[in-house]
């Protein structure tokens, strides 16, 4: 028998392209989506690189040359998505930046990209290589978008220059993780974001008498 012919191709259809093949940033994204959406559905514990690999169409040796373990890989997946969402206000006043600043972390933290972070926490209490990572990663707490805020307060003559250091700007982030971390809670009350504000942060950053 012999072998049926291919009907000829329509002249009056465009012939399909090739699907495209992702490179550099597009790729490296998305690995990231995956990574996240994998870690929002299994945690950290059951995210593998073989599991990212295969829901971003890629292959685990694409994702070692970016990334050289599965700690590094959830680490870099949770800052891609807590860039994305933060907004830097600029009402033009400290205590209103700072109050928002404290209340979108406080919303981040029981969205669930706070769902990510407690499942990385959850996994470097038996990962050694992703605490370290961690605490790599944190060390700042965001310093840029405080010291931002705070750069603006001091032209204003609202704050001392002398404040602009990281380990001052992030106080009060600092301390709104420690309610995280010490009462066990996926969100803080507004009265514990106010408080820290007035009773802390701005009596530190402001022009003593």
Same mark, same amino acid.
């Given at each position: ?21 992702r ?10 989506r ?34 050289p373990?599965r ?10 998505? %807590?860039? /994305? ?5 600029? @009402?033009?006043?400290? #205590? +209103?930046? =700072?109050?928002?600043?404290? !209340? ?24 050694p ?9 944190? %060390?700042? /707490? ?5 010291? @931002?805020?705070?750069? #603006? +307060?001091? =032209?204003?003559?609202?704050? !001392? ?17 420690n309610?995280y ?8 009350p507004?009265?514990?974001?106010v ?15």
């Amino acid at each position: 028998m012999g072998v049926a012919e291919q009907p000829p191709a329509d002249p009056a259809q465009p012939a399909r392209p090739a699907p495209a093949r992702r490179r550099g940033a597009d790729l490296e994204q998305a690995i990231l989506r995956a990574a996240a959406e994998e870690l929002t559905e299994s945690g950290y514990a059951g995210m593998t690189m073989d599991r990212v690999a295969r829901r971003a169409g890629t292959n685990k040796n694409t994702i070692y040359r970016r990334w050289p373990n599965r700690a590094a890989l959830g680490i870099a997946a949770y800052r891609q998505l %807590a860039v /994305a969402t933060l907004q830097l206000p600029d @009402t033009g006043e400290l #205590r +209103a930046d =700072a109050l928002e600043l404290l !209340r979108s972390a406080n919303r981040t933290w029981s969205s669930p990209i706070g769902g990510i972070v407690r499942a990385l926490l959850a996994g470097a209490r038996d990962d050694p290589q992703l605490l370290a990572q961690i605490q790599e990663s944190s %060390a700042d /707490a965001g310093s840029a978008a405080w010291l @931002t805020i705070l750069a #603006r +307060a001091v =032209a204003r003559g609202e704050a !001392r220059p002398e404040a602009l250091h990281p380990r001052v700007a992030t106080v009060a982030i600092a301390l709104l993780r420690n309610e995280y971390v010490t009462r066990g809670r996926p969100t803080a009350p507004d009265s514990v974001i106010v408080e820290i504000v007035d009773h802390v942060y701005l009596p530190l950053v402001r022009w003593r008498d």
